[in-house]
């Protein structure tokens, strides 16, 4: 455990961010190694969609 806390130290952290575009966006500009990835909530949120998207599965 200590050496991943060294090497964490010394290389400094690598982000994977998830939805937030600007969250990234102000990452990559601070030189932190960061990948993105496109998400959104299923059915972007409505319950009423999702619970009939439910109900396909």
């Given at each position: 455990?200590?050496?991943?806390?060294?090497?964490?130290?010394?290389?400094?952290?690598?982000?994977?961010?998830?939805?937030?575009?600007?969250?990234?966006?102000?990452?990559?500009t601070q030189?932190?190694?960061v990948v993105?990835?496109?998400?959104?909530?299923?059915?972007?949120?409505?319950?009423?969609?999702?619970?009939?998207?439910?109900?396909?599965?």
């Amino acid at each position: 455990m200590t050496k991943k806390i060294d090497e964490l130290v010394k290389d400094g952290p690598v982000v994977i961010n998830i939805g937030l575009r600007s969250f990234f966006e102000a990452s990559k500009t601070q030189g932190i190694p960061v990948v993105h990835i496109k998400w959104e909530p299923p059915a972007r949120g409505n319950r009423e969609l999702l619970h009939l998207l439910d109900k396909l599965l």
